[in-house]
């Protein structure tokens, strides 16, 4: 295991904003991670586990000891027209992808170039392009700091739209080591998403694989989000607001252009972009902390701001976003602070 003092994670985290932790410990073997939870807890710090930070704002120095664990292999079992593919936690997840589309697996396409790692996505239940994770997922394993070694099935993981029993019960209690995905040999692509109805219509031809899919999203993706190598920043920084029918045919009525996506929940999602966008702040600055101009769910570190500096503009972003709709965003990313 890899042990550093009083260290600075500005880079293991994509905001490239500094913090210094009382230690950081890379775990690279299954049999450190409980080793490592062992050290925390003997140092009588808070743990807290870091996958690539592309997910997180800290907003200070934080008391705490980070666990980074960097399990690496992918390994692969086959089932008749299904393959279970199973991933180190420190895999990155866009390398993951392009394993799985490159062997003509489906069902990891739509997620394809999502930052960070494989341990770190079942924990928000990432999404994008009409997929979840949760779509595809069978069971993790991992450590949990009381009752040890788990392996979770969905039902136990408690998947929900960005979120699980990861973000809740077991926040900064559970390390998850290795992840395991059914695929298919023979899939149907998923197309429903309005983009990449767009974008068929513009090609005037069908993606005919999942690694010709997994290109296309990557494309749209790059076209709209900011690089992390090249602007620092960590996504969506915002969910975009599940609202009860009352409340959207409220809002309908007074700003008819508000978008609204019927969901399972029967709850109606409305868009977090569209609601900041009407406030102003598409592309707008506060010194180096700012709104990425092409997407104003994007929150942005221009060069030297600092982790509090941006969530000052978040929290302005906020309250500006409540005096117009009435609706409080919350925060997609994991905001940190120990002051
Ligand atoms: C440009 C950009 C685009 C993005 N697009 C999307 C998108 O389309 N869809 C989407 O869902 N997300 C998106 N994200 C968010 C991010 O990529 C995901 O949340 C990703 O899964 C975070 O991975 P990470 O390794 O960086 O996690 P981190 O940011 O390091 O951690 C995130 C959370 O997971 C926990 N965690 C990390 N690893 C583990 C582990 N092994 N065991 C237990 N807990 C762990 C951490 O404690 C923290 O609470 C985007 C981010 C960026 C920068």
Redo the contacts with the bound molecule.
């Keep these: 295991m890899k042990v550093h003092k009083h260290f600075d994670i500005r880079n293991h985290n ?1 905001f490239r904003v500094s913090s210094y932790v009382r230690y950081f410990l890379g775990a690279e073997r299954e049999e450190e991670v409980p080793s490592a939870m062992e050290m925390a807890e003997n140092l009588g710090y808070p743990m ?9 704002l800290i907003c200070s120095d934080l008391n705490r000891v980070v666990i980074n ?1 960097n399990l690496q292999g992918i390994q692969e079992h086959h089932h008749g027209a299904d393959v279970i593919v199973e991933a180190g ?1 420190g895999v990155n ?1 866009h390398q993951l992808v392009r394993y799985t589309v490159e062997r003509g697996y489906g069902g990891l396409e739509n997620l394809a170039l ?4 494989v ?3 079942p ?2 239940n ?3 392009y009409g997929v979840e994770l949760k779509d595809v997922f069978v069971d993790l394993l ?1 450590f949990h700091r009381q009752h040890g070694r788990m392996v979770m099935d969905a039902g136990a993981c408690r998947f929900a739209y ?1 979120d699980s029993v ?1 973000k809740g019960e077991f926040k900064d209690a ?3 080591c290795s992840v395991r995905f059914r695929l298919q040999k023979q899939s149907k692509l998923n197309l429903s998403y309005d983009a990449l109805q767009r974008e068929i219509q513009k090609r005037g031809l069908k993606p005919a694989n999942p690694a010709e899919l997994a290109d296309w999203v990557a494309a749209i993706r790059s076209s709209k ?2 690089d ?1 190598e090249v602007i620092g ?4 920084f915002f969910k975009n607001p599940m609202l009860s029918t009352t409340q959207y045919n409220a809002l309908k009525d007074e700003f008819p252009e508000i978008p609204g996506y019927p969901t399972a929940s029967e709850r109606v999602k409305t868009s977090a972009a569209w609601l900041i966008e009407q406030c102003g702040w598409k592309g707008a600055r506060k010194g180096d902390a700012g709104v990425y101009e092409k997407h104003s769910l994007v929150l942005v570190n221009h060069g030297r701001a600092s982790g509090a500096e941006l969530w000052a503009l978040a929290t302005e972003i906020r309250q500006s976003v409540f005096e117009h709709f009435r609706i409080m965003i919350e925060p997609e990313v ?1 905001v940190l602070s120990d002051v």
């Design positions: 994509t807290m586990v870091l996958g690539s930070g592309s997910n997180m664990p936690a997840w999502i930052p960070g790692t341990g770190a996505a924990v928000q990432i999404g994008a991992g960005r990861f559970f390390v998850i989000l900011p992390p920043n960590a996504g969506s994991n």
